[in-house]
């Protein structure tokens, strides 16, 4: 009964360094998505993915990016970590015609 | 575009008050319309949505909200306030619950 599960939980890292953050799903869900979190703004969609192997620009895309190889998986990268990066990332995934469901966040800290 | 506005950052509310957090949307046609909660250190939890139909919609928890297409809002209500209510809530538009836009957020704050 995992849901929607994001690795890791917390992290820091120092600017410059990169980082991939990983959301699995085992409902089999077709879309997926990455928000970020910060205070007074509510979530921001990153990047999301309507199905294996494609992926779309969200409202706030710079200075990330996503792979969907998986239809289970969906990975988050920062090549080049900036302190404006700070954040809570969310994933979601859904199925046609179904609400988001969401896992319980990666706190990254950038340093 | 679509948007969603909370007009209220912070609420509290004593337990077993009545509860109502407010939720403007723009969006050009019938949007979908949704409401989240988020307890501290976890994720969002759907506590109610609106695709069409009934304006008054029945949630999770003994939450209820009610759609009004003339005033573009979708206000959250609760009859009587739990202390386990306390948590962030967020109202969020979608044009199919493909691309959700979210509010700030309401944290709610109840006092004994």
């Known amino acids: 009964n995992a849901g929607v599960t994001q690795t890791p939980k917390f992290r820091v890292l120092k600017t410059g360094q990169s980082m991939t953050l990983l959301c699995a799903q085992d409902m089999n869900h077709e879309y997926m998505y990455w928000y970020r979190q910060d205070p007074g703004m509510g979530l921001r969609l990153i990047h999301y993915s309507v199905g294996e192997g494609t992926t779309a620009k969200g409202e706030v895309p710079d200075g990330y990016n996503v792979s969907r190889l998986k239809k289970q998986n969906f990975l988050l990268g920062l090549e080049s970590a900036a302190p404006s990066q700070t954040s809570v990332y969310f994933c979601a995934s859904r199925s046609t015609g179904h609400p988001q469901h969401f896992g319980d966040g990666t706190r990254l800290s950038i340093l | 575009a679509q948007s969603v506005t909370q007009p209220d950052i912070h609420i509290t509310v004593s337990e077993g008050a009545s509860l109502e957090l407010r939720c403007n949307y723009s969006y050009g046609a019938t949007p979908y319309l949704f409401w989240y909660v988020q307890s501290p250190g976890q994720g969002l939890q759907l506590l109610l949505k609106y695709f069409s139909g009934d304006t008054l919609v029945q949630g999770i928890k003994g939450f209820e909200a009610e759609f009004k297409r003339s005033q573009s809002s979708f206000n959250l209500r609760k009859p009587s306030v739990h202390w386990s209510d306390a948590a962030e809530y967020f ?22």
């Open chain 2, 91 to 112: 109202c969020a538009v979608g044009a199919d619950d493909y691309k959700l836009s979210f509010g700030a957020g309401t944290t709610v704050t109840v006092r004994a």
